[in-house]
């Protein structure tokens, strides 16, 4: 080295990699009360390598009968990061749960479970009037909470399925309303950049044609492209065909698009 020159930091190290396909995917659905969320969130078990558990934040588990899927309940921020972190480690009996499914639903609830606990331990301290005061120092904790939550939910080894009810977004004027997952609004924008898929699903009653004759039957269907007046979105790449919805959606549906795409409509 050259006397009185300055010694050069070493060059950082940078990895660069080729897009690939990802194993594991995250999804997002939303729709109304008895679309059938739970539904879709359970349909998956058969056809994958692991089993499917539900991290339920909601009493409800209707829908569920007859489905082969295990059930744990998260009433609080702790408890589901115990979960998450469990399903990280993988060790018996979350082993079983490998290249499986994750459901939490929902994370409406979640987020409300855990903004009423972030007030009861501000009210033990002192900060608010009253328990059921939700400073905005709160929405903001556990706003970002989730986000970490869903962020260390990608580095888990198996497809999770997040569900949230729907609700609509209103503009500052007033005029423009979407549809979209029933969290608070800047959370409810990043939870949908976060995932591969957001569905909007609801049922519909339709025209359908069995053996030579038309019935009206009452048909979930998946939106998967945004249409007027509701988010949705498919991170699938370049070349793979993305239909505007599926009807009667499975798990296994929504995950053969990564693969070579469904028709439309399917």
Known sequence: MTVGA???????????????????????????????????GASGEAKLGGRTLFAMTEDAETGLE????????????????????ALRAGQPPFDAYRDG???VDSLTQAQKFFLAEDAEAAFKKGNTNTPLSIPLDAYKRVSENIR??????????????????????????GVLRMTGPDLTPQLSGD??????VVGYLRAEVRDVREGGSQEKKLVRLLYLEPGKGFYARVRAGRGVSVPPFIANPTLGKVLSIFQKGVKEGE
């Open 148 to 173: 970490r939550m869903l962020w260390y939910a990608r580095t888990l080894p198996m497809h999770v399925v997040y569900i949230c009810l729907d609700r609509e977004f209103v503009t500052e004027d």
């Open 101 to 103: 499914v994750l459901v």
């Open 6 to 40: 300055v010694a050069q930091p070493p060059p950082p190290k940078i990895t660069i990699t080729k897009p690939s396909d990802r194993k594991y995917r995250s999804l997002l659905v939303y729709g109304p009360t008895g679309a059938g969320k739970s539904w879709f």
């Open 191 to 196: 939870v949908r950049a976060y995932c591969d």
């Open 66 to 85: 007859g489905f082969d899927v295990d059930i744990t309940h998260a009433r609080s921020a702790e408890q589901m990061w115990a979960i998450l972190r």
